[in-house]
């Protein structure tokens, strides 16, 4: 960036010397313009990337616009091609690198900036297949800072054209007026085209280019989202924290793309910054057709007021982005209230469709439908709220822009019969008045949009902070061992995510080859324990030493059934096409689920069609499937009856013979498959565990905690 501030200022200083040989005063101002841009981007080391990439668009094209410019002052500028670029269009660029380095300092923006930097720096390799070419090869980072330099250079182009446009207008109304067909039908044939055509193409290949960016830019936030909400079991933690993101399906499907772009119908941090630097960069440009426009009016033919249209436009457009800052001031929060209600209706209807069979059982139809005609009931009150405000707007914006449209006439109507304006001039500022307008009036036009991308860049931050705390939780001391075989808990006590401790300190030894069935009243805190092996529960204090190459899997006593084909929940949580057919078709044959092998292929609801009892054997054929070196069971075969809990049993014996099987159980019948018991008592709302003999030989490695002895 310090290198792109010195030759932006070296331009400057080329335009100064330009200026005074040429003796261009509003090359001096050019200057001026330049010298502010490269202090800008000179100071912009630290701020972000997104911002970054348009100050390093905006100062090339103030280098290169700005030399077109001293070119045209020293008479060295093709004149016959008819395209000479003004120099209002230079000092609009200039302004813009500068008004991206204040940009940083407002919180808001500093808030959405630091999401979108998490993909303008990406370091992934981005492959584009060409056709007829070898595929290019490039980062991420590379291609999203091309794609918005060459928006970004578009939008600048097609302002530039507008603005010639203006002026092509303003003679063709003059050539009428005066009776000049020579000029009338050179403006239209050759004048307009020249500069209609490339806008038209411009705008193309920008929204091209805008919607390339936008869904790679999506695809790209939801990979990194889904990414860290998946990682390190943080989805969970989350739940269990009660860390204050509801609803992340809703974020990571909905709240990314209308952050990006406004998901079709708002604005997002894009679309916005685009449409802000076209508005100001209209502003900037038709602001100076106004002010030489307002250089020869005066009121009475003596007091003269510099600018006159200009400062109407301003005075106009202030008076209503004021006024719309009071009318809709609730929005923003209201906004966001609506997008919670609709999630937890949402979420409630997906919830009635999964229970739907307990729903029915228990009859409980009508409960349902008074909890979610009560969600609902929040939505359509909110809702009047949100419309009040919003249809508030929409008649005050309405009333600007059609009031706004007769502004100039009003200014410039005694001027234009008074002989001191043209019909065209009175034209070009009625053009400049309204494109004024409509930039200075882009607040008025957006703050509906503004607030939804408040609340949705509100609801982003909020999850990223579940996140990130969720990451930085303190838990006890894992240590991975080389060449270990035995689980070692020492000193380990468990709490609740409140703080509340749950067990007396815990040591306890597992050892491989050992099977130990775990038995205990309910709620004592069985399955917290195997949780806290397992390594997805965070709240515990104390060491543990695991085995390193040692594989672990819990089956859980509700098993989960994920989207697919049977082939797919079956090989759960490898993909599809890990094992065999003929492997599943063993391990399904095992748990006595065989007649289901016809249908691997099929995708249904299978926990609609499936008992409790045959979801449980699918989830242990799962377990043959894996060959876990650790086999946690928590009450995994409880709502099978005895006969077939313990063929399930046997069969787990003799299919996986180096597997060791740590069982959570009620039922005694299950002792003989275990080596050692080991109960859970309560003590004072805290759990201990004490070493009961079992049935068959069992050998102790270690000492129990000897705060069960206590």
Same mark, same amino acid.
């Given at each position: 960036?310090? *290198?792109?501030?010195?030759i932006?200022?070296?331009?400057?200083?080329v335009?100064v010397?330009?200026?005074?040989?040429?003796h261009?005063?509003?090359?001096?101002l050019?200057a001026a313009?330049?010298?502010?841009?490269?202090?800008?981007? +000179?100071?912009?080391q630290?701020?972000s990337?997104?911002?970054q990439?348009?100050i390093?668009?905006? !100062?090339?094209?103030t280098? /290169?616009l700005?030399l077109?410019?001293c070119?045209?002052?020293?008479? *060295?500028?093709? +004149?016959a091609?008819?395209l000479?670029?003004?120099?209002?269009?230079?000092?609009?660029?200039?302004?813009f690198a500068?008004v991206?380095h204040?940009?940083?300092?407002?919180?808001s923006?500093?808030?959405?900036?630091?999401i979108?930097?998490?993909y303008?720096?990406?370091?992934?390799?981005?492959r584009?297949?060409?056709?007829?070419?070898?595929t290019?090869?490039?980062?991420e980072r590379?291609?999203?800072a091309?794609?918005?330099i060459?928006?970004?250079a578009m939008n600048?182009?097609?302002?530039?054209f507008i603005?010639?446009?203006?002026y092509a207008s303003?003679?063709?109304?003059?050539s009428?007026?005066?009776?000049?067909?020579?000029?009338?039908?050179?403006? /239209?044939?050759?004048?307009l085209?020249?500069? @209609?055509?490339?806008?038209?193409v411009?705008?193309?290949?920008?929204?091209?280019a805008?919607g390339?960016l936008?869904?790679?830019?999506?695809?790209?936030?939801?990979?990194?989202y889904?990414?860290?909400?998946l990682s390190?079991?943080?989805?969970?933690?989350m739940?269990?924290?009660?860390?204050?993101?509801?609803?992340?399906d809703?974020r990571?499907q909905?709240?990314?793309?209308r952050f990006?772009?406004g998901?079709g119908?708002?604005?997002?941090?894009y679309?916005?910054?685009?449409?802000?630097?076209s508005?100001?960069s209209?502003?900037?440009?038709?602001?100076?057709?106004l002010?030489? @426009?307002?250089?020869g009016?005066s009121?009475?033919?003596?007091?003269?007021?510099p600018g006159?249209?200009?400062? !109407?436009?301003?005075?106009?457009?202030?008076?209503?982005?004021?006024?719309?800052a009071v009318?809709?001031?609730p929005?923003?929060a209201l906004a966001?209230?609506?997008q919670?209600?609709?999630?937890?209706?949402?979420?409630?209807?997906s919830?009635?469709r999964?229970y739907?069979?307990?729903i029915?059982?228990?009859?409980g139809?009508?409960?349902?439908r008074?909890?979610?005609?009560?969600?609902?009931t929040s939505?359509v009150?909110n809702?009047?709220?949100?419309?009040?405000?919003r249809?508030?707007?929409?008649?005050?914006a309405?009333?600007?822009?059609?009031?706004?449209s007769f502004?100039?006439y009003?200014?410039l109507?005694?001027?234009f019969f008074?002989h001191?304006?043209?019909?065209?001039?009175?034209?070009?500022a009625?053009?400049?008045f309204?494109s004024?307008?409509?930039?200075?009036?882009f607040?008025?036009s957006?703050?509906?949009?503004l607030?939804?991308?408040r609340?949705?860049?509100?609801?982003?931050?909020?999850?990223d902070?579940?996140i990130d705390?969720i990451v930085? /939780?303190?838990?006890?001391?894992r240590?991975p061992?080389v060449?270990?075989?035995d689980?070692i808990?020492?000193?380990v006590q468990?709490? @609740?995510?409140d703080?509340?401790?749950?067990?007396?300190p815990?040591?306890?030894?597992?050892?491989?080859?050992?099977?130990v069935?775990?038995?205990?009243?309910?709620?004592?805190?069985k399955?917290?324990?195997?949780?806290?092996?397992?390594? *997805?529960?965070?709240y515990?204090s104390?060491m543990i030493?695991t085995?390193?190459?040692a594989s672990?899997?819990? @089956?859980?006593q509700?098993p989960y059934?994920?989207?697919?084909?049977?082939l797919a929940i *079956?090989s759960?949580p490898?993909?599809?096409g890990?094992?065999?057919?003929?492997a599943v078709a063993?391990?399904?044959t095992?748990?006595g689920?065989?007649?289901?092998?016809?249908?691997?292929?099929a995708?249904?609801?299978?926990t609609q069609r499936?008992?409790?009892?045959?979801?449980?054997?699918l989830?242990?054929a799962?377990?043959?499937?894996?060959?876990?070196?650790?086999?946690?069971?928590d009450?995994?075969?409880?709502a099978?009856d005895?006969k077939l809990?313990?063929?399930?049993?046997?069969?787990?014996?003799?299919?996986l013979?180096?597997?060791?099987i740590?069982?959570?159980?009620?039922?005694?019948?299950?002792e003989?498959?275990h080596?050692?018991?080991l109960v859970?008592?309560q003590t004072?709302?805290?759990?201990?565990?004490?070493?009961?003999k079992?049935s068959?030989?069992?050998v102790?490695?270690?000492?129990?905690?000897?705060a069960?002895n206590?």
């Open positions: 960036m310090k *290198v792109l501030g010195a932006v200022a070296c331009f400057g200083t335009a010397a330009v200026a005074w040989i040429a261009h005063p509003q090359l001096y050019v313009f330049a010298f502010a841009a490269g202090t800008a981007a +000179m100071r912009s630290r701020i990337r997104f911002l990439i348009l390093t668009c905006f !100062c090339a094209e280098v /290169l700005g077109a410019v070119a045209a002052a020293a008479g *060295v500028w093709p +004149m091609l008819g000479q670029i003004p120099e209002p269009v230079v000092m609009t660029v200039a302004l500068v991206c204040f940009v940083w300092r407002i919180p923006a500093r808030r959405a900036l630091t979108a930097d998490r303008f720096r990406a370091d992934d390799p981005l584009i297949p060409l056709v007829g070419m070898k290019i090869v490039m980062k590379t291609f999203a091309t794609a918005v060459s928006v970004m600048q182009a097609q302002v530039f603005v010639t446009l203006s303003s003679a063709i109304t003059d009428l007026q005066s009776y000049d067909s020579a000029r009338f039908w050179r403006v /239209l044939f050759f004048q085209p020249l500069y @209609l055509a490339p806008l038209l411009s705008s193309y290949l920008q929204s091209l805008s390339v936008a869904i790679r830019w999506r695809e790209w936030l939801t990979r990194d889904s990414r860290r909400w390190a079991h943080a989805h969970y933690h739940v269990l924290a009660g860390a204050g993101a509801d609803n992340p809703q990571i909905e709240d990314i793309p990006i772009d998901g119908h708002s604005v997002g941090v679309n916005l910054a685009i449409q802000f630097f508005h100001l209209t502003f900037v440009s038709f602001a100076l057709i002010w030489v @426009l307002s250089g009016l009121i009475s033919g003596t007091f003269h007021i006159l249209l200009l400062w !109407c436009a301003i005075l106009y457009a202030a008076m209503g982005t004021g006024a719309t009318i809709g001031r929005l923003p966001f209230a609506q919670h209600y609709e999630a937890n209706f949402r979420f409630g209807l919830r009635l999964e739907s069979e307990q029915a059982l228990l009859a139809e009508g409960t349902e008074r909890i979610l005609l009560n969600r609902f939505i009150r809702f009047y709220s949100l419309l009040y405000v249809l508030s707007l929409q008649i005050f309405e009333f600007c822009q059609f009031f706004g502004i100039p009003i200014c109507g005694a001027f008074a001191k304006l043209s019909m065209g001039n009175l034209s070009q009625a053009i400049a309204f004024i307008n409509s930039a200075l009036s607040f008025i957006y703050y509906t949009s607030a939804e991308l609340s949705v860049l509100d609801r982003l931050a909020t999850f902070a579940a705390s930085l /939780l303190d838990a006890g001391h240590t061992v060449g270990g075989r689980f808990l020492a000193g468990i709490r @609740l995510p703080g509340t401790v749950l067990s007396d815990l040591s306890l030894r597992l050892k491989a080859g050992e099977n069935l775990l038995t205990g009243p309910s709620g004592t805190g399955s917290t324990l195997f949780r806290v092996i397992a390594n *997805v529960w965070p515990w104390g030493e085995p390193q190459a672990v899997l819990v @089956l859980p509700k059934l994920p989207t697919g084909t049977l *079956v759960y490898s993909e599809e890990t094992y065999s057919r003929a063993a391990a399904l095992g748990v689920l065989d007649r289901l092998i016809p249908e691997l292929d995708d249904e609801h299978w499936l008992s409790g009892g045959e979801q449980q054997r989830a242990v799962r377990a043959v499937l894996a060959r876990p070196t650790w086999l946690f069971l009450e995994a075969t409880a099978m005895m809990e313990r063929d399930i049993y046997e069969m787990l014996n003799a299919a013979p180096d597997t060791t740590v069982s959570i159980a009620h039922r005694e019948s299950l003989s498959y080596r050692r018991r859970v008592t004072s709302g805290r759990f201990q565990i004490e070493d009961w079992a068959l030989p069992r102790l490695d270690a000492p129990v905690t000897a069960a206590e």
